[in-house]
């Protein structure tokens, strides 16, 4: 089987990533945090014309048809310029169980509208799952899709009361989320409801793990030019054989990492079922080495990386506060750990990689 990306998905990332690269600077999101609503409107609004926002949305619906390998690389690339808006969130979760619950006939007619909403810019919708304690941007969503016990629930905005809530990276808007969970906004409850839970929480895990690719890129490429331009005793520090090890320790752990998130992205399009050991194992991987990636840049800096002014401190809090975001480690060890317990766990090199790995 070839695993590689093709030529199409690859073209559509770099051309989002070129976008991204030129627009969200250290500077520009610097100027966020001090703005009350964090975002670029004129960003949104470019990306909205390539169409990113309409990604995961079927053809019928009038969007690009794509899927969560597609996605994925879109993911990467907003967590390689650190991006502060919520685009890979509303891309990969929203988006999906928009359509996984319309495509169940659920939701009284509502959600037709809020999908186009969501496509043409004017409607922007959040996920509240029950793991995640705090919303992100949730002060500026119309909609808000809110697990409680087994039932998933569609809010208005003024259905929910806020609490605005201080995170570690300045970059977030955060707050805490109350919420009545009436048979007025009732979606789906019992075994309905904990299906399409289960599935924003993978959905959530694998981008997550997408960004947390990209910020460990971000840093090591922040990295590798100050050692660069950084000089002592007339030479770049560079060239000292212990900082290319840190570097490089970091590099290789990215390598292991990319493959298992791709594989999950895939395993979450061809046997979504089945994904929830994959989209642990991804997370787990990307966490690992993103916060590798934190410590050693930090190191990498010296003095300087430990102070404000020192834009390591932009990607390693964002690594911090995704590292805890839809699960945390113990949570996807454990989900791994009664996977592997299992009496009919599909182990052995057979179905690592081939299809029997995704489907009965």
Request: glycine content about 8%; hydrophobic content about 45%.
């Amino acid at each position: 089987m070839d695993f590689t990306f093709t030529a199409e998905q690859l073209e559509f990332r770099d051309t989002v990533a070129g976008l991204l690269k030129t627009e969200v600077t250290s500077d520009s999101i610097r100027a966020r945090w001090s703005t009350d609503s964090g975002k670029d409107p004129a960003l949104q609004e470019q990306l909205l014309a390539m169409g990113v926002y309409s990604l995961l949305f079927p053809e019928s619906l009038g969007g690009l048809g794509m899927d969560a390998i597609d996605a994925v690389l879109l993911a990467e690339a907003c967590g390689a310029v650190a991006l502060p808006e919520p685009l890979a969130e509303t891309m990969m979760v929203a988006s999906p169980l928009l359509v996984d619950i319309l495509n169940r006939g659920l939701g009284n007619g509502a959600i037709q509208p809020i999908i186009d909403g969501v496509m043409d810019g004017r409607v922007n919708v959040a996920v509240l799952h029950p793991i995640n304690p705090y919303l992100n941007f949730a002060a500026d969503v119309d909609w808000i899709l809110a697990g409680s016990g087994d039932g998933l629930y569609l809010l208005p905005r003024d259905a929910v009361n806020l609490t605005p809530a201080k995170s570690l990276d300045p970059s977030r808007r955060l707050s805490s989320v109350e919420f009545d969970p009436s048979a007025e906004h009732r979606v789906a409850g019992g075994e309905v409801g904990a299906a399409l839970l289960r599935a924003s929480l993978n959905l959530g895990g694998l981008t997550v793990a997408a960004q947390l690719l990209g910020l460990s890129e971000l840093l090591v490429s922040q990295s590798v030019q100050y050692t660069q331009d950084r000089n002592q005793f007339g030479r770049p520090v560079g060239a000292n054989q212990a900082v290319k090890h840190l570097l490089a320790d970091v590099a290789v752990q990215l390598e292991y990492a990319r493959p298992v998130v791709a594989r999950a992205a895939y395993t979450v399009g061809v046997s979504p079922e089945r994904a929830d050991f994959a989209v642990s194992h991804a997370k787990l991987a990307a966490t690992r080495v993103a916060q590798l990636a934190a410590r050693q840049a930090i190191q990498v800096h010296g003095a300087m990386g430990y102070t404000w002014e020192c834009d390591v401190q932009i990607a390693a809090k964002r690594i911090w506060a995704l590292s805890y975001e839809w699960g945390d480690e113990g949570f996807h060890k454990n989900r791994i750990h009664e996977w592997l317990l299992q009496p009919n766990a599909l182990l052995g090199p057979e179905y690592t990689f081939g299809r029997r790995s995704l489907v009965g």
